[in-house]
């Protein structure tokens, strides 16, 4: 149980399109996800928490007009990265918390989502 | 203060010894310390967690070990495996279901 999908699991845009990253709790629900970057060799820095019927809550320094987060439903959060450019290559990583699991400490992780933009 | 400090940043280990981890925090509203390891290209997985109301946590292979007043943890692999090389993350939250706040990773190789 408590798994985590996300989709796509790569994708590769022309600088200036939109990409839309989609995280997923399977079995169970979240009423709330975290989006996170990570470079290469370095590690996960947190973008922004996702609530489900809110607003998202941004990172210091996360533009929240580049990354829209939309957390429609208990199972269903949102990345969109408007007019990706190349430094927004990156390794897209979600996380979401069960709440009716037996331990609502643990957040589990999607596979993540390599985007390139060219 | 919201920092996660990690060493080393790389490890080798030959196959049946002990890895070990460190990690130190500085924020004392941290109160929910995991692990996770992470396989290039994939997510983090979730290997052993601890709260700082016990000082040893084992599950497995894993142990957790916790010194609240020195604001310290570590990881523990024993018997270490190849199959256990792989990128290994502290990380920290005020509270299990709030955001975490990962320290910056040890690369961890196990040696036949």
């Known amino acids: 149980g408590a798994v985590v999908s996300q989709h796509p699991s790569r994708v590769i845009c022309k600088s200036g399109t939109s990409v839309k990253i989609e995280c997923r709790s399977l079995?169970?629900?979240?009423?709330?996800m975290f989006w996170y970057r990570q470079f290469p060799k370095q590690s996960l820095m947190l973008m922004a928490t996702?609530?489900?019927?809110?607003?998202?809550?941004?990172e210091q320094g996360v533009e929240k007009d580049k990354f829209l987060i939309n957390h429609a439903s208990l199972t269903l959060s949102t990345l969109t990265v408007t007019s990706a450019h190349p430094e927004d290559s990156s390794f897209y990583i979600c996380?979401?918390?069960?709440?009716?699991?037996?331990?609502?400490?643990?957040?589990?992780f999607g596979p993540g989502t390599r985007l390139t933009v060219l | 203060q919201q920092q996660v400090k990690q060493s080393p940043q790389s490890l080798i280990v030959q196959k049946g010894g002990i890895s070990i981890i460190n990690c130190a925090y500085e924020n004392t509203a941290f109160d929910y310390f995991p692990w996770y390891q992470q396989f290039p290209g994939k997510g983090p997985a979730l290997l052993i967690a601890i709260r700082p109301d016990v000082s040893e946590k084992k599950e497995g292979r894993f142990t957790i070990s916790f010194n609240k007043s020195a604001k310290q943890f570590s990881l523990h692999i024993m018997d270490s495996q190849p199959g256990d090389s792989a990128t290994y993350f502290c990380a920290a939250s005020p509270g299990g279901g709030n955001k975490l706040t990962f320290g910056t990773g040890t690369q961890l190789k196990v040696e036949l």
């Open positions: 996380s979401a918390r069960d709440i009716g699991g037996p331990s609502t400490d643990t957040q589990y």
């Open positions: 996702s609530n489900e019927g809110s607003k998202a809550t941004y």
């Open positions: 079995d169970f629900q979240a009423t709330t």
